[in-house]
């Protein structure tokens, strides 16, 4: 069993994010969807602590750095990750839908949006997003995932942040 935290969004909120890296526990992949992918170099030192082999994406709002997918395995349950704009996740999961068929993937997870969502696809396919640590569009609540993984499938959760400091 490996678990996996899921941030996106982050938007300069280094507090946010340090506070989903504690809260979270242990956990052995960090995966960041995009829009200040940058942030990720303020908790270096917590995720070598951590031994959280790292992933990330870049979003719209990054102009270097990361490429605009990535995909890796986990107990053989393959993940594929983009940040959502390009395939227009505001409108529609469509694509994103799409995208797990093409790549073969369990599971494709994103960000963009804002707003957590776990949804399936109709072939079973796991559509993932975690919300946002920096600028939430949910009642304001900062939201983080964790996917625990087994060789079984892929469990996801949404998490809210205890509290933003």
């Known amino acids: 069993m490996s678990r996996i935290l899921v941030v996106s969004d982050t938007h300069g909120h280094i507090s946010a994010?340090?506070?989903?890296?504690?809260?979270?526990?242990?956990?052995?992949?960090?995966v960041h969807l995009g829009d200040c992918t940058s942030d990720v170099h303020f908790v270096e030192e917590e995720l070598f602590f951590k031994k959280a082999q790292v992933y990330q994406v870049k979003g719209n709002c990054d102009y270097s750095g990361a490429e605009t997918y990535c995909?890796?395995?986990?107990?053989?349950?393959?993940?594929?990750?983009?940040?959502?704009?390009?395939?227009?996740v505001k409108s529609s999961l469509l694509m994103i839908g799409l995208l797990a068929e093409e790549k073969n993937a369990e599971a494709v997870l994103f960000g963009?949006?804002?707003i957590?969502?776990?949804?399936?696809?109709?072939?079973?396919?796991?559509?993932?997003?975690?919300g946002s640590l920096g600028e939430p569009r949910l009642r304001g609540q900062a939201t983080y995932g964790i996917l625990t993984v087994t060789s079984e499938g892929i469990f996801p959760r949404i998490f809210t942040l205890d509290t933003v400091k």
């Open 112 to 114: 963009h949006t804002h």
């Open 116 to 130: 957590p969502k776990v949804e399936y696809s109709a072939s079973g396919k796991l559509l993932f997003n975690p």
């Open 71 to 88: 995909e890796f395995s986990v107990h053989g349950q393959r993940i594929s990750m983009v940040h959502g704009h390009q395939q227009r």
């Open 17 to 30: 994010l340090r506070q989903a890296i504690q809260q979270a526990g242990e956990f052995n992949y960090f």
